[in-house]
């Protein structure tokens, strides 16, 4: 599966992409049970800080994988990671969901650079999911491995206490939908 030639070098392969319908699925209001919920839920969870910047490299973690395999995707792992970004941020920024931790005092902040934004949707659960998708597809047999660096990102966000789980499961929702839109408008092939 790879970026077709007439659409590798396009700045945005998401450009044409309708995500307006992700505008109409709020997270959780900072009041809610569910939030607090969830903030309980990150509570429990033992940081290693490690761990956490070792995940933190979305495509580097994938990347690193690949070649150990003798793959090289760099290529289409940074055309995915650029052009999500944009669709990410817009609704980073449409929402403006705080990070756990500036909600919660009790929660430790990791200080690292990417949880200096907003929390909704989660951009780690976003790319890593639509990465696992799109590489899934062209590497059939190297599926439990991409799960796992997958579940790993994931975790580690929520080990951090940047994301609560309602936005990982809107970023693994947004992510789907973005691989059906490469899948559906052959931009992946």
Request: aromatic share 10%.
């Amino acid at each position: 599966m790879l970026v077709t030639e007439s659409n590798k070098h396009k700045k945005n392969i998401f450009q044409k992409f309708d995500y307006t319908s992700f505008k109409e699925v709020p997270p959780p209001s900072d009041n809610s049970k569910e939030t607090k919920k969830e903030i309980e839920y990150l509570r429990n969870i033992d940081l290693n800080k490690k761990f956490v910047q070792e995940k933190d490299d979305i495509t580097g973690n994938f990347n690193h994988f690949l070649k150990t395999k003798g793959i090289d995707e760099s290529k289409l792992l940074s055309i995915l990671n650029n052009s999500s970004r944009i669709v990410i941020l817009d609704l980073k920024n449409f929402y403006k969901r705080p990070r756990p931790f500036r909600l919660e005092p009790k929660l430790t902040d990791p200080m690292l650079k990417s949880t200096e934004g907003f929390a909704y949707p989660s951009g780690h659960s976003t790319l890593s999911n639509l990465l696992y998708l799109v590489l899934s597809k062209k590497y059939p047999k190297y599926k439990k491995e991409l799960k796992k660096i997958k579940d790993n990102i994931v975790y580690s966000r929520q080990m951090a206490k940047a994301h609560y789980p309602s936005d990982i499961r809107f970023g693994e929702e947004l992510a789907k939908s973005m691989c059906n839109y490469l899948i559906d408008n052959n931009l992946i092939g």
